[in-house]
């Protein structure tokens, strides 16, 4: 109880003795933990090259400087499969993303039992393997291109889209799925008339978010030999041509925004 | 034409919300079933074209059975029962057109509904339905565009479109000011009568139930405590259904307000 009496006034704290106590007993424990691993990874830090960073980064910095803007005409292809890895890569994984929502879905699931778990495990295994990673094994199962990063793209997200979306249909008021169910529709009209209008703001807007990430995600796959504008930043790495990795890391930055751009105005038209 | 027999609910939580309830409805007529929130009114309905599954007694539709038909057989007699729900039910994404053309689901194959193809006919009968219900001019707009009583009117040709010989009303007015009450009851009954429509009305509102219906059911606890004409509902029987109220005083001030109501009409006619 936080109100005391004292006397003839009521005293009133935000935290009784005991939950006081054991706040402070948490605040002592974190400080000590992270005391102890600062020194840890202090022990195991080779300070010689941390103590010369600076002087590194400032080397590669003006080297980087000014960009090799020739190298541009070598990077429009690139882009562009980036830009297509990005969005066949979504699109097919809108196409398998649907009905794994629906089966995953409590209210729609054929058989609660069997298929759910089975597409709540898609969803999932999809979910935690991260897209770089998926590249690494497809590049070696259907060797280096741009089919690797686009099916890396699609596995990596049908577990996001698959899962925002059964969340939706989960959400949906009820009432309006039993008033299509009343006049005698079959089952699949019941989805197209009673739910699908329902989530349909949803599946837009995921679908658009993730487009925005995959552009990301998918400037990176090259690194792996998945296709795209990393197979560029790759080489120029590699051959330390670091005025040609500044003019990539400029083209990305700005496909980056104008994709964000794009995405910003699909989101306020359609929804 | 409707005939419930030892008609029974049992929840899974234990909560039994209708105890063997036997109801005749003969055709054409309007009933209203009143009774205190909880007391099984919704299930009832529910019961009938099993958007809940009863769980004894049975459900007789000009004598055919509804309890044990296959998924096949309820699609076919739920196009015969038309249903008007309490927050409308519309689908709020769609037009008001496509709402009561959505009423035709159940005779119109997937891919025609999906690409939005209705017989002409339908598309007929719904315009003439909007203007029976003084909507036409509202058919392209959204149905959350509507106000609440535009909406039950969207949700009333919705159902007759199906060309039901058995309307459910659940709660129609609860969401509604008591203005807009009276004009979706008038409609309601005005449209069962010329379509010779049976009804099932659930209302918690006694005067309005008293104005409209025919005859009278009234429930308490899952069973029927009273059944007969509108003139019967005593004190006594009110107090039987609802518990112990001042129900003279309940009623004049509601002959008050529905006097005052008619005063509003003449005033704006």
């Known amino acids: 109880m936080p109100v005391e009496m004292n006397s003839q006034e009521k005293i009133w704290k935000h935290r009784d003795r005991k939950t006081q106590l054991t706040h402070w007993a948490i605040w002592f424990f974190g400080t000590a933990l992270f005391v102890w691993c600062w020194q840890l990874v202090s022990e195991k830090t080779e300070w010689f090259f941390v103590l010369d960073a600076p002087t590194i980064a400032a080397d590669i910095g003006s080297r980087m400087v000014p960009p090799r803007w020739e190298y541009i005409d070598k990077l429009w292809v690139p882009l562009w499969d980036t830009l297509n890895i990005a969005t066949l890569g979504t699109l097919l994984a809108l196409v398998l993303a649907v009905p794994v929502a629906f089966l995953a879905a409590r209210n729609t699931s054929p058989s609660p039992t069997l298929l759910r778990p089975i597409a709540l495990l898609v969803i999932v295994s999809s979910r935690s393997i991260n897209s770089l990673i998926w590249s690494l094994l497809l590049v070696s199962i259907l060797g280096p291109g741009v089919l690797a990063g686009i099916i890396a793209i699609a596995l990596r997200s049908i577990g996001f889209v698959a899962k925002l979306l059964y969340e939706a249909i989960e959400e949906i008021d009820e009432n309006q799925v039993e008033a299509i169910k009343t006049t005698g529709a079959s089952r699949s009209q019941v989805i197209a008339y009673g739910i699908v209008p329902q989530i349909l703001p949803t599946f837009v807007g995921v679908s658009v978010f993730r487009w925005d990430i995959n552009i990301r995600e998918s400037t990176v796959l090259g690194l792996v030999g998945a296709g795209g504008i990393g197979l560029q930043l790759q080489a120029s790495l590699n051959i330390l041509a670091w005025p040609q990795v500044t003019l990539i890391l400029l083209m990305i930055f700005l496909t980056v925004l104008f994709s964000e751009w794009l995405s910003a105005k699909a989101r306020h038209a359609i929804i | 034409m409707l005939e419930l027999k030892k008609l029974g609910k049992k929840y899974r939580t234990g909560d039994r919300a209708l105890k063997e309830v036997d109801l005749t409805v003969p055709a054409g007529q309007v009933l209203a079933l009143i009774g205190p929130s909880g007391a099984g009114k919704s299930t009832l309905i529910r019961c009938i074209n099993r ?16 309890t044990h038909l296959r998924s096949s057989g309820l699609r076919r007699v739920r196009r015969k029962i038309g249903m008007i729900f309490q927050e ?39 315009f003439s339905l909007l203007d029976r219900v003084g909507l036409e001019p509202m058919a392209d707009k959204r149905a959350d565009e509507l106000s609440g009583g535009q909406r039950q009117r969207v949700g009333i040709a919705r159902a007759l479109i199906q060309k039901p ?31 010779k429509l049976a009804a099932i009305i659930n209302i918690h509102d006694v005067a309005l139930a008293q104005m409209f219906a025919q005859r009278i059911v009234g429930l308490q606890a ?48």
Request: with cysteine; proline share 4%.
């Open chain 2, 165 to 195: 010989e058995l309307l459910l009303v659940d709660e129609p007015t609860a969401s509604l000011d008591p203005k807009t009450s009276r004009q979706i009851m008038r409609l309601i009954t005005e449209l069962c009568t010329e379509r």
């Open chain 2, 51 to 66: 958007l809940v599954e009863p769980t004894s007694g049975d459900v007789l539709l000009e004598g055919e059975s509804l």
């Open chain 2, 88 to 126: 409308y039910a519309l689908v709020e994404r769609l037009s008001v057109m496509e709402n009561v053309l959505s009423g035709r689901l159940g005779y119109v194959g997937f891919w025609a509904s999906y690409f939005r193809r209705f017989p002409q006919s339908d598309i007929d009968t719904a």
């Open chain 2, 222 to 269: 899952g069973s029927i405590v009273y059944d007969g004409n509108p003139e019967g509902l005593t004190s006594d029987v009110l107090t039987q259904i609802y518990g112990e109220e001042d129900w003279t005083a309940v009623r004049k001030q509601q002959s008050s307000e529905s006097e005052r109501d008619i005063g509003d009409l003449e005033e704006n006619l």
